[in-house]
């Protein structure tokens, strides 16, 4: 999502004489690279998620990342918006065309929140926002009362929201859609994709079907089967995200294990003081529920520290630095209630992964089985 990657993408799909291989390009674009991809292209269609803080000492406060962003967006580009976020939904208060999607309310919406909230106050004139519905975060329905900014009704509105057995199911009209994700935050990327794909003349039916049949990449609420149990394995980069993924373990409403795995590297943002604004007090008020949390990562000893202020008994708390001891110590005497979840930050969701996978494809173990002799052996 970087200009390196993106313009890699470009290169293979082009031929030798500079002619494109492909009609469309659908490319995630980093908050920071938006000016300069902008410079030089002008994108047909622009969707704009949420605004939450990551990598502080990256971009500097949101507000900078928000008006960075929304000053470089071309005119002419048709911008798909979340109408539930009111950083993202300003954008579309000088602009046009705009397109709005947004959720009417999920079986966790409440009309009361004490998360952390991006957006206290008003983008457009500073008056504090009042809310008759919160979503997550700052993702709801909200109003201004100074200056009458307030949530539009999006053309593109999720109903009848439920998850059923690991399933996400929501309606839009009367079509319904089936999401293979738990967490109700995973709703908005799937409506900002099925808005996007009705505005390039994509069939519901193909929507339907690429919906139900996505495969999560890389740590997004991504399960792993392994002999002792499934493990669930989430990135976490920001107080926002990690308090919703707090409330998908909860709601699981089973024994949990979990695995928390927190670096401080450049590409996961050197100021974890972030850590302290997650709503880790939630695990301290459910820690009947809490079998073991394993804490690993540079910053290790940090998170640690973070739960045992946020009321998880010492008792349940676990350091260990090295990751294959740390798996193992996630399914070490697991019984076959309890539900496990690996919470890593971006330098370590990778090498965890590989860790899973292995253990996935070699039957749960650290390493291959050894052959038993002339196995395999040649005639």
């Not at 966790?108 to 997550?136: I, K, N």
């Not at 294959?324 to 496990?340: C, I, K």
């Amino acid at each position: 999502n970087l200009v390196t990657g993106i313009t890699g993408a470009l290169i293979q799909n082009t031929r030798w004489n500079g002619y494109s291989r492909a009609s469309l390009a659908l490319l995630e674009v980093d908050e920071a690279t938006v000016p300069k991809f902008c410079e030089q292209v002008t994108p047909t269609l622009a969707i704009v998620t949420n605004f939450f803080r990551d990598q502080l000492d990256r971009y500097g406060e949101l507000d900078t990342t928000v008006r960075m962003v929304r000053a470089s967006l071309p005119k002419e580009t048709v911008l798909v918006l979340n109408a539930d976020d009111p950083l993202v939904a300003q954008f579309g208060t000088d602009h046009e065309p705009v397109i709005y999607y947004g959720v009417e309310r999920t079986p966790d919406s409440r009309s009361e929140s004490q998360e952390t909230r991006e957006a206290r106050f008003c983008p457009v004139c500073g008056t504090e926002l009042t809310y008759t519905l919160f979503h997550y975060g700052q993702l709801g329905i909200f109003k201004c009362t100074g200056c009458g900014f307030h949530r539009l009704e999006p053309e593109i509105l999720a109903q009848n929201v439920r998850l059923v057995e690991g399933l996400l199911l929501f309606q839009v009209g009367e079509t319904p859609f089936t999401l293979s994700l738990q967490g109700y935050y995973n709703l908005y990327n799937a409506l900002a994709a099925l808005t996007a794909a009705r505005q390039l003349k994509i069939s519901d039916e193909l929507i339907e079907k690429g919906l139900r049949e996505f495969i999560p990449q890389a740590g997004r609420m991504e399960r792993f089967y392994l002999p002792d149990g499934e493990i669930t394995l989430t990135l976490v980069k920001n107080p926002t995200g990690f308090d919703q993924v707090i409330q998908t373990m909860l709601g699981v409403d089973k024994p949990l294990r979990i695995l928390i795995g927190i670096n401080d590297l450049a590409a996961d943002g050197r100021d974890i003081s972030w850590l302290w604004d997650v709503n880790f007090e939630r695990l301290g008020m459910y820690e009947a529920s809490i079998k073991q949390v394993i804490c690993t990562g540079l910053r290790a000893e940090d998170i640690a520290l973070r739960l045992k202020y946020a009321g998880v008994p010492v008792e349940k708390l676990v350091i260990e630095h090295t990751l294959t001891e740390a798996l193992d110590g996630l399914q070490a005497n697991r019984a076959v209630e309890e539900v496990a979840f690996i919470c890593p930050t971006y330098t370590l969701l990778f090498p965890l992964r590989g860790l899973l996978e292995s253990r996935q494809q070699n039957g749960g173990l650290s390493r291959p089985k050894a052959k038993a002799a002339g196995e395999g052996a040649h005639s």
